[in-house]
T-cell receptor, first 112, second 111 residues
């Protein structure tokens, strides 16, 4: 089945850039997603990228996709304390069905 | 209305109780989902409804019973749950395959 991996923790200082990494195994994935989850809350869709793109930028967020290495990253510029949360990458199911397979999540801590 | 709502926010139930979780969206999305999220783990898909028909059941035990009475509502009926079923239950909806929008979740505790 799908296997999506992330490092568990990341700490950055306020104002620095954060880079959260994700590796996946399903080369047929068509869409890859980044979600943010704050404590006790649901998941907020931050951005997604189609597999024929290698970069997508949306305000402070930059997504980079390396299809050859099956590596996805999320860069947050000028990280703020409000960015502290768990970040999940996810890939859409191989069969094209509407199911998402989530990574293990990276807990981002922003130090004031 | 641009959000997915879920009720109740918290639920505590005994193993012999019957309860239901409710999810609602008025964005015209035709696909709706139930996910289960244990503490410190990623969400795991349980069910997918597409155009009000069950399209995916990820081998979920029968003590969880989904229902989609109309295109805006999704229920999850719970009966004879076990303590290990305690988790955050997340509902999501999508207008098409590309994006899923999640509700805030129901935190379920089974005693």
């Amino acid at each position: 089945g799908e296997d999506v991996e992330q490092s568990l923790f990341l700490s950055v200082r306020e104002g620095d850039s954060s880079v959260i990494n994700c590796t996946y195994t399903d080369s047929s994935s068509t869409y890859l997603y980044w979600y943010k989850q704050e404590p006790g809350a649901g998941l907020q869709l931050l951005t997604y990228i189609f597999s024929n793109m290698d970069m997508k930028q949306d305000q402070r967020l930059t997504v980079l996709l390396n299809k050859k290495d099956k590596h996805l990253s999320l860069r947050i510029a000028d990280t703020q304390t409000g960015d502290s949360a768990i970040y999940f990458c996810a890939e859409r199911g191989r069969t094209g069905a509407n199911n998402l397979f989530f990574g293990t999540g990276t807990r981002l801590t922003v130090i004031p | 209305d641009t959000e997915v709502t879920q009720t109740p926010k918290h639920l505590v139930m005994g193993m012999t109780n019957k309860k239901s979780l409710k999810c609602e969206q008025h964005m015209g999305h035709r696909a709706m989902y139930w996910y289960k999220q244990k503490a410190k783990k990623p969400p795991e898909l349980m069910f997918v409804y597409s155009y009000e028909k069950l399209s995916i059941n990820e081998s979920v035990p029968s003590r969880f019973s989904p229902e989609c009475p109309n295109s805006s509502l999704l229920n999850l009926h719970l009966h004879a749950l076990q303590p290990e079923d305690s988790a955050l239950y997340l509902c999501a909806s999508s207008p098409h395959s590309n994006e899923q929008f999640f509700g805030p979740g129901t935190r379920l505790t089974v005693l």
